[in-house]
């Protein structure tokens, strides 16, 4: 089992910047990637960036690549997503979740989700 506690959500007005944490525990994640997702209200949930554990790959949807960063502290057993020049369409819940699957976009590709954060930018 893999359990994820996702932080540092909030309201930000629109341009500003978020660090958003995952802190991971349970089982060796070497062989996991970790993912971002988001859901906005009424919308479906839709990948954001992955990174694998040990090598440090990462993917990103087109439409986020240069405002988001994805990157983790193996030391720490956490994952980061830096978030900037925020625009109020990058409201949403944001989650982390883990995979030992080689795909990685999908939410069904994913075995363990944590609880989400909000994210609210304002205008």
């Known amino acids: 089992q893999v359990q994820l506690v996702e932080s540092g959500g909030g309201l930000v007005q629109a341009g500003g910047s978020l660090r958003l944490s995952c802190a991971a525990s349970g089982r060796t994640l070497s062989s996991y990637r970790m993912g971002w997702f988001r859901q906005a209200p009424g919308k479906e949930r839709e990948f954001v960036a992955a990174i694998h554990w040990t090598v440090g790959t990462t993917y990103y949807t087109d439409s986020m690549k240069g405002r988001f960063t994805i990157s983790r502290d193996n030391a720490k057993n956490t994952v980061y997503l830096q978030m900037n020049s925020l625009k109020p369409d990058d409201t949403a819940v944001y989650y982390c979740?883990?995979?030992?699957?080689?795909?990685?976009?999908?939410?069904?590709?994913?075995?363990?989700w944590g609880q989400g954060t909000q994210v609210t930018v304002s205008s």
């Open positions: 979740a883990a995979t030992s699957r080689r795909a990685w976009s999908a939410p069904y590709d994913y075995d363990y």
